[in-house]
């Protein structure tokens, strides 16, 4: 919707890491006035995020305005304001239990999120805690991550996986995984860095979470503004009308991009929304 003019923009939608939030895991208060005026001004805006719920920041989830939040990588859509979850697509728990046994084989790292929260063993929570310790992510990964030595039990008392997180050993490994978890065609995967990869439901999808909540709100996805700069992004730029690549965005985002803003560290998401309020008459894509 090339054609598609600022007032007509009823949705913003948003990733967190690498995109909204800044390497520190901060948000700018300049980000946040962005985000309010948008809001005050009648738009729905929605964080769409690799995180469980638990890990998206108080400081996103109390900016005014803000109902709706798509997390696990679309796997669910919660009413935050109500506490209730208006769309979940889980991994069913005899698949999910399957890719645990594999990633232990491999001897690898991984975090089975339910219901909101991460689960490992004790002996694998050390090793991602130890990994972290370091890093700006280990607030969010103390806050997320919970010990379950019986992982299977929990699957089974939550209906299935949200989400599943492995880190390999190499890039090679990951993607031999990747490539197995798909095989069924009931799961997707995506490469969330070079050892990195993350499993979920076929459906469990940003694109398509985005897509099914602007049905409910009775609103047209292809009015929806997104933000990204991942592969787990695909789906935002697959069925918003405008999608906006950071510009420390991966180079597949880039080229998937309809526009090309500053990066997480400099306000890129901010820059663009306030042009966007600047101009009710204007269009983005205007040069």
């Known amino acids: 919707m090339h054609g598609l003019k600022n007032r007509d923009i009823g ?21 946040g006035k962005a985000l309010t005026t948008a809001a005050v001004s009648g738009r729905i805006i929605v964080p769409v995020t690799g995180r469980p719920l638990t890990g998206v920041p108080e400081e996103i989830l109390s900016i005014p305005g803000i109902r709706y939040v798509i997390s696990s990588n679309g796997a669910v859509t919660t009413d935050v304001y109500e506490g209730k979850t208006l769309r979940e697509a889980l991994i069913d728990t005899a698949d999910a239990v399957s890719i645990i046994g594999e990633a232990r084989r ?6 089975v999120f339910c219901q909101g929260d991460g689960y490992s063993d004790q002996k694998t929570l050390k090793r991602i805690k130890d990994h972290y310790c370091a890093s700006p992510l280990l607030g969010y990964i103390l806050k ?25 050993k190499d890039a090679s490994q990951r993607d031999e995984l990747c490539r197995i978890i798909s095989s069924s065609g009931r799961l997707r995967t995506v490469r969330a860095s070079d050892r990195e990869l993350e499993a979920g439901d076929a459906l469990a999808d940003k694109g398509l979470a985005l897509r099914d909540l602007c049905g409910m709100l009775g609103l047209d ?20 009308g405008i999608f906006a ?18 990066s997480n560290n400099d306000d890129g998401p901010a820059q663009v929304i306030e042009r966007l309020l600047e101009d009710p008459d204007g269009s983005l894509l205007c040069k």
């Open 11 to 31: 949705v913003i939608a948003f990733d967190l890491d690498g995109t909204l939030l800044r390497d520190d895991k901060s948000i700018s208060e300049r980000t």
């Open 106 to 111: 491999l001897g690898c790292v991984y975090t």
């Open 221 to 240: 996805c292809k009015a929806a503004l997104s933000f990204g700069d991942s592969d787990n992004d695909r789906g935002l730029a697959d069925v918003s």
């Open 245 to 262: 690549a950071v510009a420390n965005a991966a180079g597949d985002m880039t080229r998937m991009a309809d526009l090309i803003t500053a």
């Open 144 to 168: 997320t991550r919970k010990a379950a030595d019986d992982i299977a039990k929990v699957l089974e008392m939550s209906g299935g996986a949200e989400n599943i997180w492995i880190m390999a």
